[in-house]
């Protein structure tokens, strides 16, 4: 079952721009995760804050959480070519450990 | 870091037959492995969770006859197709989660399974 929704669903930007993705989730979390996955390949950990965090950052990335609305938000600044991939956000919802995926946004960024 | 290492990475396989992919954590033990399959553009989903020396746990919907998990070591989960359809055809991605490392979830770089 998938967790939520991700959007935009695709996003395409200039080399140099940031890049905003948003993820929504139904139930309450542990944390949340968010991947990289390059087309046909496995997935990366990017960045994982836990439910009493409302920012993180590392490197070019920055993450926010709101559990209020049950919504995180993944920003990359100043995007590279190499950038382009799809993102994931994830959710650890219960104690079995399962990560459960959002939708997705697949991000194209033009050099 | 963790590395978890899932083969083969490529297989095609004719209608009838079972195809057996194999997902090990090199570097550390994992009581516990995921299974996941993935559409073309669409994100991943949960088929069932792998328990070492129980048996795996299975997402509402996934069939656990055609599916079939094993998880005999702490570094070796199995997942065996089995009597494979095209409509099996499929990316599928296994994550194994190391205990000692708070949320520590490593993926295998996946499995292309084409079914002909």
């Known amino acids: 079952s998938q967790q939520g929704e991700e959007d935009p669903q695709a996003l395409s930007i200039q080399e140099g721009e940031n890049a905003t993705m948003n993820c929504s989730y139904k139930?309450?979390?542990?944390?949340l995760q968010w991947y990289r996955q390059n087309s046909g390949r496995g997935l990366v950990h990017l960045i994982l804050i836990r439910s009493n965090e409302r920012e993180k950052h590392s490197g070019r990335l920055r993450v926010t959480l709101d559990t209020s609305k049950k919504s995180s938000s993944l920003l990359i600044t100043a995007s590279r070519a190499a950038d382009t991939a799809s993102y994931f956000c994830?959710?650890?919802?219960?104690?079995?450990?399962?990560?459960?995926f959002g939708q997705g946004t697949t991000l194209q960024v033009k050099p | 870091g963790a590395v978890v290492s899932q083969h083969p990475s490529r297989v095609i396989c004719k209608s009838g037959t079972s195809v057996k992919i194999e997902c090990r954590s090199l570097d550390f033990q994992a009581t516990t492995m995921f299974w996941y399959r993935q559409f073309p553009k669409k994100s991943l989903m949960l088929m069932a969770t792998?328990?070492?020396?129980?048996?795996?746990?299975?997402e509402q919907g996934v069939e656990k006859d055609k599916f079939l998990i094993n998880h005999a070591s702490l570094t070796l989960s199995t997942l065996t197709v089995t009597s494979a359809h095209p409509e099996d055809s499929s990316f599928y991605i296994c994550s194994a989660r190391e205990v000692t490392v708070a949320y520590g979830y490593t993926f295998g770089s996946g499995t292309r399974l084409t079914v002909v």
């Open positions: 994830a959710t650890d919802a219960s104690n079995t450990g399962k990560l459960i």
């Open positions: 139930t309450s979390i542990n944390n």
């Open positions: 792998s328990n070492e020396g129980s048996k795996a746990t299975y």
